[in-house]
T-cell receptor, first 115, second 110 residues
């Protein structure tokens, strides 16, 4: 595909359910980022991968959040025992090596609503 | 860590007027500052960026200025058009990730 894709685009979960959000980065992009965007706010950093290595997970809000990128391409963000405060748009972005000011290309996001 | 503030939170201008959005950052080590435009329900898209070794950059109707001493940078849009209406986010690079401002909702009135 031409750009970053994410699935599902919308997810409604009951409080306490586990969810898994998928990101397909642009082919060849070694860097992958996850952000959380609450309504009316800017994206907030969650975690960063370079290839399959998770180099920074300092933004994950709790141990209920887990991300992986086992083969250095597709990434999954998993949220266990969802809470209402997890409701947000989850954005994925990819780029060429992150340390060289390369543009981050964002996916369309997954809008998660926890009831 | 880095902290980015952005003002104003909302901005309305008449078509053809200029719009200015200002951001400040806290970490003097930050050296790369992109601006993103996000239309309703769509993904953020990079519109312009500036590195700390320059003070100004222009791309047609869009320009960004950077004052490293004061740690602030601004987005300038001239001859605004209705399709410029969107939320604009500034960001500052913090290590290998980015810290975003809270956004400015720009409305261009016909």
């Amino acid at each position: 595909g031409a750009g970053v894709s994410q699935s599902p685009r919308y997810k409604v979960a009951k409080r306490g359910q586990d969810v898994a959000l998928r990101c397909d980065p642009i082919s060849g992009h070694v860097s992958l980022f996850w952000y959380q965007q609450a309504l009316g706010q800017g994206p907030e950093f969650l975690t960063y991968f370079q290839n399959e290595a998770q180099l920074d997970k300092s933004g994950l809000p709790s141990d209920r959040f887990f991300a992986e990128r086992p083969e250095g391409s597709v990434s999954t963000l998993k949220i266990q025992r969802t809470q209402q405060e997890d409701s947000a748009v989850y954005l994925c972005a990819s780029s060429l090596p992150a340390g060289e000011d390369n543009e981050q290309f964002f996916g369309p996001g997954t809008r998660l609503t926890v009831l | 860590g880095e902290n980015v503030e952005q003002h104003p939170s909302t901005l309305s201008v008449q078509e053809g007027d200029s719009a200015v959005i200002k951001c400040t950052y806290s970490d003097s080590a930050s050296n790369y500052f992109p601006w993103y435009k996000q239309e309703l329900g769509k993904r953020p898209q990079l519109i312009i960026d500036i590195r700390s070794n320059v003070g100004e950059k222009k791309d047609q109707r869009i320009a960004v200025t950077l004052n490293k001493t004061a740690k602030h940078f601004s987005l300038h849009i001239t001859e605004t058009q209705p399709e410029d209406s969107a939320v604009y986010f500034c960001a500052a690079r913090d290590g290998q990730n980015f810290v975003f401002g809270p956004g400015t909702r720009l409305s261009v009135l016909p």
